[in-house]
Nanobody
Framework: QVQLVESGGGLVQPGGSLRLSCAAS????????IAWFRQAPGKEREGVSC????????SFGDSVKGRFTISKDNRKGTVYLQMNSLKPEDTAVYYC?????????????????WGQGTQVTVSS
């Protein structure tokens, strides 16, 4: 089992920044990919970004490219999502997920473990 706990959500004005954290525990994460997804009311879950714990390769959804970055601290077992130039359409519940896979993917069906989510609201 892998346990995931998200933190760092909140209310921010358009153009602002937030950093989300995903603390992972349980099994060794060396062969996992950790991803961020988001879901706004009435919309499907959307892949935001992911990172391979083993080789640090990354992937981003088209709507966040150039604005969001993803990083990890293997020692702390934590993955970070730095969100800059936030827009109202970024408002959603953000979920952290883990997949035992050797490559990066933003297909939610590939992920076995999910956190509870953290709310991000971008509004003036």
């Amino acid at each position: 089992q892998v346990q995931l706990v998200e933190s760092g959500g909140g209310l921010v004005q358009p153009g602002g920044s937030l950093r989300l954290s995903c603390a992972a525990s349980g099994r060794t994460l060396d062969y996992y990919t950790i991803a961020w997804f988001r879901q706004a009311p009435g919309k499907e879950r959307e892949g935001v970004s992911c990172i391979s714990v083993k080789d640090s390769s990354t992937s981003f959804g088209d709507s966040v490219k150039g604005r969001f970055t993803i990083s990890k601290d293997n020692r702390k077992g934590t993955v970070y999502l730095q969100m800059n130039s936030l827009k109202p359409e970024d408002t959603a519940v953000y979920y952290c997920a883990a997949a035992l896979t050797g490559w990066t993917t933003l297909d939610p069906h590939s992920y076995d473990y999910w956190g509870q989510g953290t709310q991000v609201t971008v509004s003036s």
